[in-house]
């Protein structure tokens, strides 16, 4: 089916919810199939998580690389249409014969603007960048790297602050519509798919770890943005508290994973994701020790070799040892790591000048549940039943790396495939 309507009322095959790899492959595969996608990304822009990381595992290559392409295949596509800034608030009818209520948030910036980069430089109001955990700001009108579509986005929270209305009123191009309002939108498709992805496990609930209360304790996730080139340290690798280089730095593995007080799953790449992570260090700083700490390593299929080659670097090391504690040094940011070995319940204590958690993914569909009786395993990762009409795929199903998440929501495809013409 071509996707008809326009406006308030469109119909398609399929409606995909999220936009990061998972739903954009399944959008893709569904029009190279013939089948029309709406495509909805509740953020400004597609890309979800990975457009966030520094490099991929275990070809080390910058996001760039996978996302870039996707772009391409949907920028003429157009048996997609994309929909940013948007949710779903309600689904009705039946597998075959869906209506889904979409809510579109306003961009406050029209689409047809000129290129207005020198306008953005000149803007007074910076507000925390979520991004990267809200330790920079940036501009209140942004366009982050990778940016698909490439349309600068306003922070609504400025929308009515008095500086920043009259700052966007002055300038000289009519660029801004800030009087813009959340619109309704009506979707009928047949299937859909739910690819919402993750979120990292609240490390704070994480007590014994240090999270929150020590300077020099991060998660991988904001390690990852410390090591990218537009994070906040411009993609210099160092210590929190005073910046100083790093000598010494200990990851924690399975922080509040397979632990039945915190997330009882394992989530299946944190070890290569810290294995990743000790190369970025390895390579900024050839001089510093890298220890990392596992009750044991999972690196299935492809990605042992990857723990191979770390494994044999002198300057990476791997203990066998569950963390029962990060404590700081009194008089010192540094950091003490109590572990105790699961073999032979020997505890050993290493001080480190930083220690990152490998903490898990949470499935975002804990939070924000499919608006039908879609069926959900006791974590929040949506079953292979797809009887309620609606496929989870990529992460949103189950904890995966980037390439079984591409190839989850291909199968995503053929699941609802297989729904529509049963209905
Ligand atoms: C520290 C860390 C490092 C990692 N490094 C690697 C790596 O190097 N290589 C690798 O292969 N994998 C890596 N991964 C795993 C990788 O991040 C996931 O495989 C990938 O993000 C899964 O993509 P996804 O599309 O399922 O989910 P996401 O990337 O989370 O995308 C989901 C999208 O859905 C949107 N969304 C959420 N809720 C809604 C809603 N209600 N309505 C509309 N849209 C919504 C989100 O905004 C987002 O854009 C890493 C994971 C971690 C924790």
Not at 24 to 33: D, R, V
Not at 51 to 63: G, I, V
Not at 116 to 141: L, S, T, W
């Amino acid at each position: 089916m071509e996707i008809s309507g326009n406006g308030d009322q469109i119909t398609a095959d399929i409606l995909v919810v999220g936009g990061g790899i998972a739903g954009i492959t399944a959008a893709i595969e569904a029009s190279e199939i013939g089948k029309s996608a709406v495509l909805v990304e509740k953020e400004p822009f597609l890309g979800g998580r990975v457009a966030k990381m520094n490099q991929y595992f275990p070809k080390l290559c910058p996001p760039l690389c996978g996302l870039e392409i996707n772009f391409k295949r949907l920028r003429f596509n157009d048996q997609v249409k994309i929909m940013t800034l948007t949710t779903v608030e309600e689904v009705t009818g039946k597998p075959g014969d869906f209506e889904i209520t979409l809510k579109v948030e306003p961009r406050y910036v029209k689409d047809d603007s000129p290129d207005f980069d020198e306008y953005v430089e000149a803007c007074p109001i910076e507000v925390p960048n979520q991004d990267n955990f809200g330790i920079d700001m940036h501009k209140a009108v942004y366009l982050p790297q990778m940016a698909y579509p490439s349309i600068y986005a306003v922070d609504p929270s400025v929308v009515n602050d008095d500086k920043f209305k009259s700052w966007a009123k002055g300038c000289k191009t009519d660029i801004f519509d800030l009087d813009m309002k959340p619109e309704t939108v009506k979707v009928k498709a047949a299937a859909i798919i739910w690819a919402t992805g993750w979120q990292p496990y609240d490390a704070a609930k994480i007590d014994n770890l240090g999270f929150g209360k020590h300077d020099n304790v991060v998660t991988n996730v904001i390690f990852e943005r410390l090591a990218s080139a537009d994070g906040p340290t411009q993609g210099k690798i160092q210590r929190p508290s005073d910046n100083a280089e790093i000598k010494k730095i200990g990851f924690v593995q399975c922080a509040g994973s397979r632990d039945e007080n915190h997330l009882p799953y394992c989530s299946a790449v944190c070890c290569a994701a810290s294995i990743k992570q000790a190369n970025y260090v390895r390579e900024q700083h050839p001089e510093a020790e890298i220890h990392i700490f596992y009750i044991d390593v999972r690196t299935p299929g492809r990605l042992e070799d990857f723990y191979a080659s770390t494994d044999e670097d002198e300057k990476i090391f791997f203990h066998r040892g569950k963390v029962a504690e990060v404590r700081e040094v009194s008089g010192s940011k540094n950091l003490i790591v109590a572990a105790e070995n699961t073999l032979t319940g020997k505890i050993t204590e290493m001080e480190m000048d930083m220690v990152v958690l490998a903490t898990g993914m949470v499935p975002n569909s804990v939070e924000c549940k499919p608006p039908v009786d879609a069926i959900m395993d006791d974590w929040g990762f949506l079953s292979s039943d797809t009887s309620s009409g609606v496929v989870g795929a990529g992460v949103a199903s189950r904890p995966f790396d980037v390439a079984a998440s591409v190839q989850d929501a291909t199968g995503s495809v053929l699941k609802a495939l297989q729904m529509m013409n049963r209905s």
